[in-house]
């Protein structure tokens, strides 16, 4: 199978093609309207490359090693092009594998479970709960840091915590930007503050891969995490790259076929396996050879546009969106490091007066425009963030709180990506202007937890 290199479009101004852009939606009122689909945060939209890909190879789809037959042999060697091709994204040292999972969550925990006992991890509470929470496991211990408020900080927090640690194995988790805020973090200068004590990386790239080039080689990460949904491959499919030395050394994530090499009864009635070195050690079972090839395809789409053109973009939208917010009063971004803070395209805000799922309801309902509410599965970042401010009632309710006897707290959130049009943050800023303004046209119940229009009363 070959890739297409047909790019729909890989200028300044212009979108990369994706599926849904031109999907119509229903509103509240009956209308429809393009939707505009601003939660690439969550799962980014499939580029249209990517699709065409997966749609020309699905007709040969076989088993994955082993296989004799043509379409098995065929789809191996997909398979292990699309770990070449991840490796080259990556820049990935001489001796790093590539290790197919489900999602950055997977080969967090992945990791987790193959860190030697006895380590100590250490990892800001500005972390993502994938980043904050594998680590809880018998022969792990777990340092917190607080939540830095510039880069500097976040440098001297590691530095100190890494000179009281002692000798045993450490591990940093760390994020490359913030799926909160888009902030980008100081991962360079964290990696050499970890080495220089004997620490090793690994890398959060979920929210930095789909919008910088990132090179494992020149950030010296030991690892990295990503997920194909966020970056435009959204077929079941992420990635654990980097060094193989704890890899090797543990055992199976998942004990079955693949993963052992030798599997034979013993005279005492027992079972002894001899299992893979290598990625195969950990992709037990039959591998997702399409999901695989989604992110290869995404990864070779992403190369050949070029990410300092998509990044010019990007933050010439960032740019926009930040002075469009920065002109309505009521409305408050989140941040770590000060609003000139790098970021990628993800912004977090409140508005006065409005309880963050009743806007966010009106803005679907009544805008056709899709964003996220809540605390983005890193609660201790939003929760700091907000400074315990009280989420506004509304006439769907308070939303519950995180902790017995907290004030309840929601924020919005609003990320867009290679696929986003202008046009359709444009649309955001005008329909955030008019709610803020005249408030919203419709009332809104809950259902199910969440705060939805009620079609009967305009």
């Known amino acids: 199978m070959t890739l297409s290199t047909d790019l729909c479009a890989t200028g300044l101004t212009t979108p990369l093609a994706v599926l849904g852009h031109d999907v119509q939606v229903p509103l509240v009122s009956g209308e429809k309207v393009t939707y505009a689909a601003l939660d690439y945060a969550a799962s980014a939209p499939a ?18 090693h082993r296989g004799a037959g043509y379409l098995s042999q065929l789809s191996t060697d997909l398979f292990e092009q699309s770990r070449r091709t991840v490796a080259d994204f990556l820049d990935l040292r001489e001796g790093d594998q590539v290790v197919f999972t489900r999602a950055t969550t997977d080969s967090l925990n992945l990791l987790a479970a193959a860190v030697p006992a006895g380590t100590r991890v250490y990892a800001f509470e500005t972390e993502h709960h994938a980043s904050l929470l594998p680590w809880r496991r018998a022969g792990i211990t777990v340092g ?6 510039s880069h500097a900080e976040a440098v001297a927090a590691l530095e100190a915590a890494l000179a009281e640690a002692g000798d045993g194995p450490k591990l940093l988790c760390v994020t490359g930007a913030s799926n909160v805020t888009g902030e980008l ?81 013993e005279a005492d009635g027992s079972v002894a396996v001899e299992w893979h070195s290598g990625p195969s050690r950990h992709e037990a079972g039959s591998p997702n050879v399409i999901g695989a090839y989604a992110i290869a395809s995404a990864c070779r789409a992403l190369t050949e546009a070029g990410f300092d053109a998509l990044q010019a973009r990007e933050e010439q939208l960032i740019e926009r969106l930040k002075a469009g917010l920065a002109g309505i009063p009521e409305v408050k971004v989140l941040s770590l490091f000060g ?52 989420a506004t009632p509304s006439e769907c309710g308070a939303p ?8 309840s707290l929601n924020a919005i959130r609003v990320s867009f990506g290679a696929g986003t049009p202008d046009e359709h943050l444009e649309r955001f800023l005008g329909a955030v202007r008019e709610l803020v303004a005249d408030g919203a046209r419709w009332t809104y119940r809950n259902e199910g937890g969440r705060c939805v229009a009620d079609t009967r009363r305009p």
Not at 144 to 149: N, S, V
Not at 400 to 407: I, K, T, V, Y
């Open 47 to 64: 580029l249209q490359r990517v699709w065409d890909d997966v749609a020309a190879y699905a007709p040969y789809y076989g088993s994955v």
């Open 144 to 149: 917190y840091l607080r939540a830095p408020r």
């Open 185 to 265: 973090w100081p991962v360079a200068e964290l990696t050499e503050v970890a080495h220089r004590h004997g620490a090793r990386v690994v890398l959060d790239a979920a929210q930095l891969a789909p919008h910088h080039r990132v090179s494992v080689r020149d950030l010296d990460v030991d690892w990295i995490a990503f997920s194909g949904h966020k970056l435009y491959a959204p077929f079941g499919a992420g990635v654990l790259a980097g060094r193989s030395d704890w890899l090797d050394a543990a055992e199976p994530y998942l004990a079955g076929g693949g993963a052992s090499r030798t599997v034979a009864r």
């Open 339 to 390: 609003t000139d803070a790098a970021r990628v395209g993800v912004l977090s805000f409140v508005v006065e007066g409005w309880n963050s799922s009743h806007f966010s309801a009106a803005l679907s309902a009544e805008y056709g425009i899709g964003v996220r509410d809540g605390l983005f599965c890193a609660h201790p970042l939003v929760r700091t963030l907000l400074g315990g401010q009280e």
């Open 400 to 407: 519950e709180a995180s902790l017995p006897g907290e004030r």
